[in-house]
C-alpha cells in the first residue's frame, strides 16, 4: 500500500529540486545578500587608498615594536615616559625665558624711577662709573695685568738700571686659562738695545727678579722713555703681546731708587718696527760634538725693494769667545717676503767649546748690483736672553734631538751693540807662541 507523501515546505526547499521548480522567493533572498557583502568590500578597499601614508607609518611602527626585545606594555611605557621627560624640558625652558623677561622689565622700571636731582655726589659717581664685569676694552687691570718694575740711574758710570721685579694678574692667552709670560725692555728712542726676561711658563703671576743695565748719558736721560712689554711665548706662532708700560724718564725723581706698581695699559700700535720671523731648529750631540743648524722658513720680512718685495738669503755664523769663527749662508729666494729653505748646516763644536759659542742668524737682502742689505738678526749663546736662550738651553736639555722655535727679527744695530763680535778668531798657524 503506498504510503502517503506530505506537501513540501515552501521554506525549505528539497535537494533535488530543479532550478526552475524553485519558488521565486528561496531565489530572490541569496540575491540580496551577496551585492551588501560585495559593497562592503568595495569600501573597505576605498578607504585604504584614501589614507597610504597613514597606513605605512602605522605598518612601520608595528615593525619597530616587532624588533624590540621586550614586551608591548614596556616599549608603550618607555615612549611615553620620554615623551613626558620632553615635555617637561621644554616647560622649564619657557619658564626660566618667563623669568628672565620679567626681571629685564623690572630693572628698567627701577632705572627710570630714579631721580639724579636728589642725589649726592658719592651715589653719582657711583651711578656713572660702569661695573668692573661691564667694562670691555679699556680696563687694564682686570683685562691685562700689572707690573712690579725699579728704576735707578747712576751718573757716576751714566747707566740706568731697570728692574723688572713681578707680574701680577695677567691676562690669559692660552686655551687653558693661562700664558707663558716673559718682558721684553728697551728704551726709546734710541733703542739701541733690547733686553728680554727667562720666560715662565703656565702662570699668570710670574716673579722675574731680573736687572738690565742701559747705558745712557744725563742729557739722553730726560728725552728718553722706557718700555716694558709682557708677551705671552709661542714656540710655534707669534708671540702675543699682553700690555705695556712707557714711563717717561724726564718725570722720574732720581734722588731715591723708583720702585712701584702700574697696570699694563694697551700696546701702542706706532714706533715697533717690523722686521719679520724666521723659523729654524738646532740639534746637539755631545759625543759626535755636531751643531747641526735647519734653517726651515721665514715670513713678514721687511721689503727691500722698489716693487715692494725682497730676494732674502740667511746667514749663519758661529763665534767663538765673541770672535768671528764659521759661517754658511743659504741659497737666494727671489722676489719674496716669505721664504721657505728648509736648508740645513752642520758645524763641528766639541762639548767645551759649545759653552763659549755665540750662534747670530740674519736675513739679508741679496743685491746684484749693489752692496747687500741686513734685514733682521738675533743670536743665541748661554748668555743670550729671552726667548733666545730659552731655545739655547733646549737644545741642549735635549741632546740629540731638533728642537725648532720662531725668533722675532731684531734690527742688526740693536744686535752688534749688545753682542760686540770682535775680528775673526787667528789661525793656529798664525799664532805665537
Known amino acids: 500500500m503506498p504510503s502517503a507523501r506530505s506537501p513540501p515546505d515552501s521554506s525549505h526547499p528539497s535537494p533535488n529540486a530543479t532550478p526552475s521548480s524553485a519558488p521565486p ?27 597610504p ?43 626660566k625665558c618667563c623669568k628672565r623677561g620679567k626681571k629685564k ?8 624711577k630714579i631721580n639724579l ?30 707690573l712690579l718694575y725699579s728704576l ?33 725692555v728697551y728704551i ?6 733690547t733686553c728680554e726676561t727667562k720666560v715662565f711658563r703656565h702662570t699668570l703671576n710670574p716673579i722675574f727678579n731680573e736687572q738690565f743695565n742701559f747705558p745712557i748719558s744725563k742729557s739722553s736721560l730726560l728725552k728718553s722713555t722706557v718700555v716694558m712689554q709682557v708677551f705671552d711665548f709661542n714656540r710655534f706662532s707669534k ?44 740639534r746637539y750631540v755631545p759625543t759626535a760634538g755636531k751643531l747641526t743648524v735647519v734653517i726651515l722658513e721665514a715670513k713678514n720680512l721687511k721689503s727691500m725693494d722698489v716693487g715692494g718685495s725682497s730676494d732674502p738669503y740667511v746667514k749663519v755664523q758661529l763665534a767663538l769667545d765673541k770672535r768671528k769663527w764659521k759661517k754658511r749662508k743659504t741659497s737666494i729666494k727671489k722676489k719674496t717676503l716669505n ?35 741686513a734685514m733682521g738678526k738675533i743670536f743665541l749663546g748661554c748668555d743670550a736672553s729671552g726667548n733666545q736662550l730659552r731655545h739655547w738651553a733646549d737644545m741642549l736639555s735635549f741632546p740629540r734631538r731638533p728642537v725648532a722655535q720662531w725668533h722675532n727679527l731684531l734690527s742688526a744695530e740693536q744686535v752688534n751693540s749688545t753682542l760686540t763680535l770682535k775680528k775673526k778668531i787667528p789661525l793656529a798657524s798664525k799664532m805665537t807662541f
Open 188 to 193: 726709546c728712542p734710541d733703542k739701541s738695545r
Open 339 to 373: 721664504p721657505y729653505y728648509n736648508e740645513s748646516f752642520t758645524f763641528d763644536v766639541s762639548f767645551e767649546q759649545i759653552q763659549r759659542v755665540h750662534l747670530v742668524i740674519s736675513v739679508w737682502d741679496h743685491d746684484a748690483m749693489t752692496r747687500n742689505d
Open 105 to 112: 622689565k623690572q630693572q628698567k622700571k627701577k632705572d627710570e
Open 239 to 282: 708671540h702675543n703681546i699682553i700690555g705695556e708700560l712707557r714711563v717717561l724718564l724726564c718725570n722720574v725723581d732720581w734722588n731715591h731708587v723708583m720702585e712701584e706698581w702700574k697696570d699694563l695699559a694697551e700696546p701702542a700700535k706706532f714706533e715697533e718696527e717690523i722686521l719679520g720671523e724666521i723659523c729654524f731648529s738646532l
Open 117 to 146: 636731582n636728589g642725589v649726592n655726589g658719592k651715589t653719582t659717581t657711583a651711578l656713572v662709573q660702569p661695573d668692573v664685569v661691564d667694562v670691555g676694552y679699556g680696563s687694564t687691570k682686570q683685562q691685562r695685568g700689572r
Open 152 to 184: 735707578d740711574y747712576n751718573a757716576a758710570q751714566s747707566e740706568l738700571t731697570v728692574g723688572i721685579k713681578q707680574a701680577d694678574g695677567l691676562k690669559a692667552m692660552d686655551l687653558g686659562g693661562s700664558s707663558d709670560p716673559y718682558v721684553k
Open 53 to 95: 601614508f597613514a597606513a605605512a607609518a602605522t605598518n612601520l611602527f608595528n615593525d619597530l615594536l616587532d624588533k624590540i626585545p621586550l614586551p608591548r606594555w614596556a616599549s608603550y611605557t618607555i615612549f611615553v615616559g620620554g615623551g613626558l621627560l620632553i615635555l617637561i624640558c621644554c616647560l622649564c625652558i619657557c619658564i
Open 25 to 51: 522567493v528561496t531565489t530572490s533572498l541569496p540575491r540580496t545578500t551577496h551585492p551588501i557583502i560585495v559593497i562592503s568590500t568595495t569600501s573597505t578597499y576605498t578607504n585604504t587608498t584614501v589614507n
